[in-house]
């Protein structure tokens, strides 16, 4: 397939921490990732219940609105013990409006008392050339782990205070927020978009 053209991407996101990671991750192949609210585009509304669907969306709402190539994600940690859950709410966890602590306030205290703590990051990543485009680009990327018992560090984003690698994938009990995110690229390895990422380069260029 060959490359979207012209090489500037609306990211159909705010999230200051998404925007990095993906700027940094679309560097090497010269796209200027631009944040919505930049171009003046309004976030779209996300009623479905998949990361896929939710992910369309959006990058067809801020295609339409920017008149530019877009890049969408929609993201979430799906927790074995909680039927998938918080899933595509996980931004909302603990109520519209909550931060990254309540939502991690929440996820501890769902959790209480239960032994199963698997869980896995989901990142469904979406490129569309045009509002209309019949074939976005799609890509997928996940990170296992399990859910700590009480949040730890300050580093990253999310629910990276209340989450470590699986034992498969690391031995530490360090969680994502208390590992080092500098310099980004090294911390970006192993991370769930990363993955998706990598994969959407794989198929877009």
């Given at each position: 397939?060959?490359?979207?053209?012209?090489?500037?991407?609306?990211?159909?996101?705010?999230?200051?921490?998404?925007?990095?990671?993906?700027?940094?991750?679309?560097?090497?192949?010269?796209?200027?990732?631009?944040?919505?609210?930049?171009?003046?585009?309004?976030?779209?509304?996300?009623?479905?219940?998949?990361?896929?669907?939710?992910?369309?969306?959006?990058?067809?709402?801020?295609?339409?609105?920017?008149?530019?190539?877009?890049?969408?994600?929609?993201?979430?940690?799906?927790?074995?013990?909680?039927?998938?859950?918080?899933?595509?709410?996980?931004?909302?966890?603990?109520?519209?409006?909550?931060?990254?602590?309540?939502?991690?306030?929440?996820?501890?205290?769902?959790?209480?008392?239960?032994?199963?703590?698997?869980?896995?990051?989901?990142?469904?990543?979406?490129?569309?050339?045009?509002?209309?485009?019949?074939?976005?680009?799609?890509?997928e990327g996940?990170?296992?782990?399990?859910?700590?018992?009480?949040?730890?560090?300050?580093?990253?984003?999310?629910?990276?205070?209340?989450?470590?690698?699986?034992?498969?994938?690391?031995?530490?009990?360090?969680?994502?927020?208390?590992?080092?995110?500098?310099?980004?690229?090294?911390?970006?390895?192993?991370?769930?978009?990363t993955r998706?990422?990598?994969?959407?380069?794989?198929?877009?260029?």
């Amino acid at each position: 397939m060959t490359h979207m053209h012209p090489r500037r991407l609306v990211l159909a996101s705010d999230n200051a921490g998404k925007l990095a990671e993906l700027q940094a991750l679309l560097e090497p192949l010269q796209i200027e990732v631009l944040p919505q609210r930049l171009l003046g585009v309004v976030g779209a509304v996300e009623p479905h219940s998949t990361f896929l669907e939710n992910a369309l969306a959006k990058a067809r709402h801020a295609a339409q609105a920017s008149g530019l190539p877009a890049l969408a994600d929609d993201s979430g940690l799906c927790c074995v013990a909680l039927n998938g859950s918080p899933g595509v709410r996980s931004a909302r966890f603990a109520g519209d409006g909550a931060g990254d602590a309540q939502n991690n306030a929440q996820l501890v205290a769902r959790l209480a008392g239960i032994e199963e703590r698997r869980a896995h990051y989901v990142c469904l990543l979406v490129a569309m050339r045009s509002p209309q485009d019949p074939e976005p680009i799609v890509a997928e990327g996940r990170w296992f782990g399990r859910i700590v018992t009480e949040p730890r560090g300050t580093n990253g984003f999310g629910y990276d205070p209340s989450s470590r690698a699986a034992p498969t994938v690391s031995a530490t009990t360090r969680t994502s927020g208390s590992t080092s995110w500098a310099p980004p690229r090294r911390s970006l390895r192993r991370n769930r978009r990363t993955r998706s990422a990598t994969a959407l380069r794989r198929c877009g260029t």
